[in-house]
């Protein structure tokens, strides 16, 4: 097993974070002369990088999660990895990316709330 579902959250919450952070700080590196343009053309591996933890961290959130809040994760990193994908074509992708990225946390907080209180009252009725 790569990840724990209480991992899987943590790792889906600091890669999205990270992920905001790329998307808003590259554009005003490149912007600044801190960085040239075909330096950020090259970054789009990193988008990779994102799309790939984002993936495995849902998978391995996603198992043990409730029905409504695995389908919204399920469908949110969709949204995130087909904003990724389109953002060469569609300028406004790159927003769409960091939306999805915040929805992410947002679900992953929520789903490692949920991980810590099932465990708490797995612990009292023992």
Known sequence: MLFSDRKADTVG???SI???VHCMLLPVLVF???LN????AHAEWVDYIFMGLALSAVYYAARNAGLYLR??????VSWFCASILLHDVY???LYSSMAASVVLVVLHTINFKQHRLLHRTKEVTV
Request: glycine content about 10%; hydrophobic content about 60%.
């Open 71 to 76: 389908m919204a994760l399920w469908l949110t």
């Open 18 to 20: 990270l992920c905001v």
């Open 13 to 15: 919450i600091v890669s």
């Open 37 to 40: 343009e075909e330096w950020g």
């Open 91 to 93: 300028e406004s992708a």
């Open 32 to 34: 600044a002369g801190m």
